[in-house]
């Protein structure tokens, strides 16, 4: 359930999002050592996971033993995962005045269990309310590539691991993947931002840098050298 909500935040809370292999793990690690490089205390986590119950539930999704139970469960599952980091990660963590940089969120269940995963909206939408209520990013970088891209880059860096669960669909799956994020981008101009992630990864990371840097002006928040010490 959506706690800490009587409570000012004063972190930002920036997410990562997009297809398999786009660079989310990439540019979440290079955007949150560059904010530390400036003082700003970072909490860098990831979704599915990022705390102690949710890394559980990430085990138990991305092996794909949830599968057979249909996207609605998977849906469920992914909320019941965000409930855990939200209580005990990102929302204390803003609370503090930490900025929380996280690769996956609440997008990423809209575009695979629901505009993909064919899920209800409704569900899609009350989940939402009901797990994230107020905690909504401040900014979400979405990383675009062609999917067929993205999973040779995935695969490449898997090496001669297995896929998991959503690697392994075939690619008019990642196609219509990329179609939710793009839209996505579309209808919330405020939220999100669109970046091509087929340049070079420095140039990709320049970008990203420039967006946040005029959207959440980092320059003004407040020196926490113990916490970027972290
Ligand atoms: N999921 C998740 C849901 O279905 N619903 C949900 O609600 C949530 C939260 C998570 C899976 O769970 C699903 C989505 C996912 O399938 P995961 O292991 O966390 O699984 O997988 P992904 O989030 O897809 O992450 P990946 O590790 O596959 O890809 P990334 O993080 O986008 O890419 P990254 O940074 O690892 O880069 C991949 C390779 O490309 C290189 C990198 O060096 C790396 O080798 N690279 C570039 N190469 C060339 N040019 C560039 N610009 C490059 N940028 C990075």
């Known amino acids: 359930m959506a706690g800490f909500e009587g409570g000012a935040m004063h972190g930002r809370f920036i997410t990562f999002e997009g297809g398999e292999g786009t660079g ?18 970072v909490q860098l986590t990831r979704e599915p996971g ?9 085990y138990i999704l991305l ?6 139970l249909g996207p609605n469960v998977e849906a469920l599952l992914f909320a019941a995962a965000r409930d855990d980091h939200l209580n005990t990660l990102i929302r204390p963590a803003l609370a503090r005045g930490i900025w ?25 939408r009350a989940l939402e309310r009901i797990v ?3 905690t909504k990013p401040d900014l979400t970088i979405i990383l ?17 691991g297995a896929p998991d669960r959503y690697e392994g669909e075939a690619l008019a799956f990642h196609e219509k993947l990329r179609e939710g994020f793009l839209a996505l981008a579309t209808n919330e101009p405020d939220r999100c ?8 990864k ?18 003004t928040a407040p020196i926490q050298f113990e916490e970027a010490a972290r």
Request: proline residues 4%; glycine residues 10%.
């Open 132 to 134: 994230v209520g107020e």
């Open 50 to 58: 990022g705390s102690l119950g949710a890394e559980m539930m990430r």
């Open 24 to 41: 989310k793990s990439t540019h979440a690690a290079m955007l949150a050592a560059r904010l530390k490089s400036f003082g700003i205390g």
């Open 63 to 68: 092996s794909g033993a949830v599968r057979p």
């Open 202 to 219: 420095d140039q990709v990371a320049e970008q990203i840098w420039r967006i946040v840097s005029k959207r959440l002006d980092p320059a």
């Open 193 to 200: 931002v669109l970046v091509d992630a087929m340049q070079p």
């Open 100 to 124: 929380v940089v996280c690769d996956r969120f609440a997008d990423s269940t809209r575009v695979y269990q629901g505009a993909v995963g064919r899920v209800d909206q409704r569900t899609i």
């Open 144 to 160: 675009d590539v062609p999917a067929a891209e993205g999973l040779r880059r995935a695969a490449a860096r898997r090496g001669k």
